[in-house]
């Protein structure tokens, strides 16, 4: 065995749990006995300097949980970052740790004010010292994992935790000698997670269970083949032998109730460098600038959770509110993510809400070229419904054809330039498409006239008792959309044909309400068989009864247009003389109608194509300036998709999560109407005066 280790540790004389800063504590204040701490403490002291010295530090009145020496810092070799606590409450201790390590000396580091770090409680080092794991997200800000990679000349793999109950990385994440790793994986988000597995193979990753991780397992003292901890299953222990550890349990129940426990309670004081490569920091950094009405929008409050839920953390520079209503407020902020990936995964997000980054006024979109049809270079930009510029040759170009899920094409030698959004299968050999985050940005509609009539709409999902007046307004808009030749198009489902709406949908197109009508097989042959036999999916409508031998109806209708070779020539014919189709095929309003697996029959118009379908959806929503959507989940959602901020959507459907899905995009334009399609076409048409 190589030199003994040495171990920093602080007896638990004014131990007690006397706040509440993690679950743990909650319900336990003064609930500790302090007899049985100080044995508790004892025995692991005991085992500790079996194997390693122990080196004390004086405990401290006030100062309940100086006995956590882990996060007085981290060391390696003589130096020491010193923790810098979030909570108040154990700030009081850095100075006595601060005093400690120097008066033994340690070349001290210190983070700035506003950082905080957590010491060997968020940061452990790989057991063959190849790099260092920082955790985040709870105690520990993301921004010090850059000091740390600075001063200890390291690489630093940052993990960002997810679960409150393990709030610093040493309760749930474990590295043991040889290699292993001990670990709870659900405490940590899911790129923490494929990180940790690409470092570390999988016969080497040791998963324990949540009971385990719960009693701390993972907040073990490994020294050597040795692994000391509160509490383990049968199968854990197994697995530890198995793997070549001697397991020990030391029970520390006092301690489990301020949230700590073996490896809490411990320092490694030696940590030897040996085989650290020195690696640049890689936390990745950027600034950003947001202006607009940042707080009534609650853009200010958007940004800050897309940054963290996407893995980053960010610092306020500078914050000026507008002093009135009308006036814009700006804010710059610093965003540190990880790795580049994610930095440029995070700030992609923040374009998509109007983020600016201060560099792209003066650079120039990334253009990177298609190598295979239909595929795009790996580092895409992904379009959003958003307005779209893009800086090519120092001027910036408006994006055409603007749609959700497309790529950005760049004919840099067309005069003037073109820029278009592409579907990824259209993508041809040859094209320029825009990559990475520079020279991109999303114009935001600022409120005007327009939307102030709309307010109504302020991507709001309204109750039954709002209904009646949202439909006088969407009446309203209607009246004028028509009267100024505007253009509306219609997504449909066959609800809107079993609830009775489809005469108030008709009249709706009859009396030029409708310049488009988009939906599937369903829609049509419902509305066909109510036409032709009175019945929809074999119920009779007006009663509300099936019919005998209804149900044959629907294959019928669909056969008897078959024959005749689709819906207009049966019109042609006589034979189809009312409905939503006949008055489409009436008014010569465009309908398109997509496939789908569910589809009976089809009709001959139905596009089994789903491409073909796609585009001729596409053609029919060109300058729409408003979108209903009536009750059919499939086709609107892939009319939004298509759909570009700044089209007004109204979403009827029964469902509050379709609603919700559909009408939150993040524009001001969109609004969700929870109520039956039938009730809300009615309602419609009374206020329009046409029923
Ligand atoms: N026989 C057929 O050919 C056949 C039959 C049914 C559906 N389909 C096809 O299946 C696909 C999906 O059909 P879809 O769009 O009807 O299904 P969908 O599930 O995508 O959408 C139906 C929506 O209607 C909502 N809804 C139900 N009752 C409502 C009410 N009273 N008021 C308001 N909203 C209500 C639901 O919450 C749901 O969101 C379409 O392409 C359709 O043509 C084919």
Redesign the pocket.
């Known amino acids: 065995m190589s030199a003994r280790s040495r171990y920093l540790m602080c007896a638990p004389e004014y131990f007690d749990v006397a706040y509440v800063i993690n679950p743990w504590m909650a319900g336990n204040i003064n609930r500790t006995s302090p007899e049985l701490a100080r044995q508790q403490w004892q025995e692991l002291y005991e085992l500790v300097q079996t194997q390693a010295t122990v080196e004390l530090v004086d405990p401290r009145p006030g100062l309940p949980d100086m006995p956590f020496t882990a996060n007085a810092g981290l060391v390696l070799e003589d130096r020491v970052v010193l923790s810098h606590f979030l909570f108040p409450e154990r700030q009081g201790e850095e100075s006595y740790f601060a005093e400690w390590f120097a008066a033994h000396d340690f070349k001290v580091f210190t983070m700035p004010t506003q950082i905080a770090f957590e010491g060997a409680g968020d940061a452990l080092l790989d057991r063959d010292q190849r790099w260092l794991w920082a955790g985040y997200g709870h105690r520990s800000a993301l921004d010090s994992h850059g000091y740390l990679a600075k001063w200890l000349e390291l690489e630093v793999l940052s993990l960002r935790l997810v679960d409150e109950r393990f709030y610093h990385l040493d309760t749930c994440f474990c590295p043991l000698s040889r290699g292993y790793l001990l670990y709870y994986p659900l405490a940590f988000d899911e790129p923490s997670r494929r990180l940790i597995a690409q470092r570390v193979p999988p016969e080497k990753r040791l998963i324990v269970s949540e009971q385990d991780a719960v009693n701390f397992a993972c907040n073990a003292v490994n020294i050597q083949d040795l692994v000391i901890l509160n509490q383990a299953t049968p199968q854990l222990q197994e697995q530890l032998q198995q793997s070549g550890f001697q397991v020990v349990q030391s029970p520390l129940g006092e301690f489990m109730k301020a949230g700590g426990a073996a490896k809490c309670l411990t320092l490694r004081l030696d940590e030897p460098r040996q085989r650290l490569t020195p690696v640049i920091p890689v936390v990745a950094q950027r600034t950003i600038i947001l202006e607009g009405h940042l707080l009534d929008s609650n853009l200010m409050s958007r940004v800050m959770d897309t940054i963290q839920e996407a893995g980053g953390s960010f610092e306020i520079l500078e914050f000026h509110a507008g002093a009135r209503p009308q006036d814009l407020s700006r804010a710059q902020l610093l965003v540190t993510a990880p790795d580049l990936e994610r930095l440029e995964d995070i700030l992609t997000l923040l374009i998509d809400v109007g983020a600016r980054l201060p560099a792209i006024e003066t650079l120039d979109a990334t253009l990177e070229t298609v190598r295979q049809q239909g595929v795009a270079p790996g580092d895409f930009y992904t379009t959003t419904i958003y307005n779209t510029e893009v800086r090519v040759q120092g001027q910036w170009y408006l994006v055409q054809n603007q749609r959700m899920d497309g790529a950005i094409v760049v004919d840099d030698h067309s005069r003037p330039v073109q820029v278009d959004c592409q579907l990824l299968r259209d993508l041809q050999v040859g094209q320029k498409v825009v990559s990475g985050v520079d020279g991109i940005r999303t114009v935001l509609k600022r409120e005007g006239r327009e939307t102030a009539e709309f307010t109504f709409m302020g991507s709001s999902i309204s109750s039954e008792r709002r209904v009646e007046l949202v439909v006088e307004q969407i009446a309203w808009e209607l009246r004028r959309l028509r009267d100024q030749g505007g253009k509306v198009v219609v997504v449909a489902?066959?609800?809107v044909i079993?609830?009775g709406g489809g005469v108030h949908l008709g009249q709706l197109i009859r009396e030029g309400y409708v310049q488009a009508l988009l939906?599937?097989?369903?829609?049509a042959?419902h509305d066909i068989e109510q036409s032709l036999y009175g019945t929809s999916l074999g119920v009779d409508l007006q009663r509300g009864t099936p019919v005998r031998g209804g149900h044959r109806h629907?294959l019928k209708t669909i056969n008897r247009i078959r024959a005749f070779g689709g819906i207009a020539q049966a019109v042609e014919q006589g034979v189809l003389t009312s409905g939503v189709f006949y008055e489409c095929v009436q008014r010569k309003v465009p309908f398109a109608?997509?496939?789908?697996i569910?589809?009976?029959?089809?009709l001959p118009e139905t596009q089994m194509d789903l491409i073909k379908a796609q585009e001729h959806y596409a053609k029919l929503l060109q300058g729409a300036q408003m979108i209903l959507m009536?009750?059919?989940?499939?086709?609107s959602i892939g009319v939004g998709n298509m759909t570009p901020a700044g089209v007004k959507l109204v979403c009827?459907?029964?469902?509050p999560a379709?609603v919700t899905k559909l009408a939150d995009r993040g524009s001001v334009e969109s609004t969700g109407i929870v109520?039956?399609?039938?009730l809300?076409l009615s309602l419609l048409t009374r206020q329009l005066h046409l029923g």
């Open positions: 489902g066959p609800v079993h609830t939906g599937g097989n369903a829609i042959v629907h109608l997509a496939g789908s569910r589809d009976d029959g089809p009536l009750s059919s989940m499939l086709h009827v459907d029964i469902n379709v109520t039956d399609v039938g809300f």
